[in-house]
């Protein structure tokens, strides 16, 4: 049975990938620093091949504990401040998490022969496309335009470009698509998720810049997604990178507007003209899909029916909780 360390387990990602690679048979180490509690954690508590630790991934000394103590076989790294207004809001933060603590992990992974190392990145490392009828992909121009993707970036070029290929050492980037969907650690700032919890409580929602593109996936294919990086031929993966999510699940705003509507006929929606935005990109997935067989399970209206059922039967006590926001 494999070990795997999952750093941010206990995050919107992480609680979902915990669930999942404990179900498959892992032995899972969860470190996190619960910054938003642990609850997303409980419905997994007592399972005989989950070990939580609490901790913080700055701290060199308290991650070498972790190596003495586990017989680490995969590293999963979420832990972040994730997303352009949390990073905005404290940069000398992220700055400290997000490049300064994933390349310590990198390099202490690496040193302890570590064979999987599965960094989560960004498709917004992509900014703007420069051909708007066109696809991005792997191998197109990087040009992030905010710290959260510029630490992204940096942390790649160091797995890429910066770390010795060392033995076994198995490293891959996934960049993935604008994430949705219900998490035990529930976020409404998320566009689908806050489109559809502002419209089936009834509110006029206000959208600025109808006409930008995004890719999107379910948080669900996430995990699915980096279970393919433990278990794929480390020959192909190794050094790589990895667009995450499906090409036909590129949306507009206004397209995503249209299929709350579908659910939610009266909704009340505004747009606001914003010609600008300098992140607009429309991406391809068919290195994952042709190169590991990666196939998406849910769509766009899957997580729309499942936000707006999760709303309309009131499971939530109160979903504009700033609990689930990252800011």
Same mark, same amino acid.
């Given at each position: 049975? *494999?070990?795997? &360390? ?5 995050? /919107? ?25 642990g609850e997303s954690l409980v419905p997994v508590w007592g ?29 999963? $790294?979420?832990? +972040? ?14 700055? =400290? @998490? ?19 190392f599965v960094f989560a990145s960004t498709c917004s490392n /992509? ?7 066109? /696809? ?11 710290? /959260? ?8 070029? +160091? ?5 010795? $290929? ?7 980037? &996934? ?27 009834? #509110?006029?929602?206000? @959208? ?32 790589? @990178? ?10 507009? =705003? ?25 992140? *607009? ?16 399970? =849910? #769509? ?9 059922? &999760? ?5 939530? #006590?109160?979903?504009? *909780? ?6």
């Amino acid at each position: 049975m *494999d070990t795997v &360390l999952i750093t941010g387990g206990a995050g /919107y990602v992480g609680s979902l990938l915990v669930g999942y690679l404990l179900d498959k048979g892992y032995q899972v180490v969860v470190l996190d620093k619960l910054c938003f509690g642990g609850e997303s954690l409980v419905p997994v508590w007592g399972r005989k091949n989950l070990d939580f630790v609490r901790g913080d991934i700055c701290s060199r000394d308290f991650i070498w504990k972790i190596f003495d103590r586990y017989p680490i076989d995969h590293l999963v $790294h979420l832990a +972040a401040i994730v997303g352009d207004p949390a990073c905005a809001k404290q940069p000398e933060l992220a700055r =400290k @998490v997000n490049y300064d603590a994933s390349i310590a992990l990198l390099e202490m992974a690496a040193a302890r022969k570590v064979k999987r190392f599965v960094f989560a990145s960004t498709c917004s490392n /992509y900014g703007k496309m420069s051909d708007p009828d066109g /696809y991005i992909d792997e191998s197109s121009p990087l040009a992030p335009v905010s710290l /959260y993707a510029e630490l992204k970036v940096q942390v790649e070029r +160091a797995i890429l470009n910066g770390i010795d $290929h060392r033995g076994d050492f198995c490293p891959v980037c &996934l960049r993935f698509s604008t994430v949705y969907g219900i998490s035990p650690r529930m976020r409404f700032d998320l566009t689908v998720n806050e489109f559809t919890k502002e419209l089936a409580l009834g #509110r006029e929602l206000s @959208v600025f810049g109808r006409q930008f593109w995004r890719p999107y996936c379910h948080v669900q294919d996430f995990s699915r997604a980096i279970e393919l990086a433990l278990t794929s031929d480390a020959d192909k993966i190794a050094f790589n @990178v990895y667009n995450v999510g499906s090409t036909p699940e590129n949306y507009q =705003k206004s397209m995503i507007i249209e299929e709350i509507k579908k659910f939610i006929p009266d909704a009340k929606v505004r747009y606001i003209v914003k010609e600008e935005d300098p992140r *607009d990109y429309r991406v391809s997935f068919e290195k994952i899909k042709s190169e590991l067989g990666f196939r998406i399970s =849910k #769509r766009v209206p899957d997580g729309i029916r499942e936000i707006k059922k &999760l709303i309309d039967d009131r499971m939530l #006590r109160d979903p504009d *909780d700033s609990r689930y926001r990252n800011i």
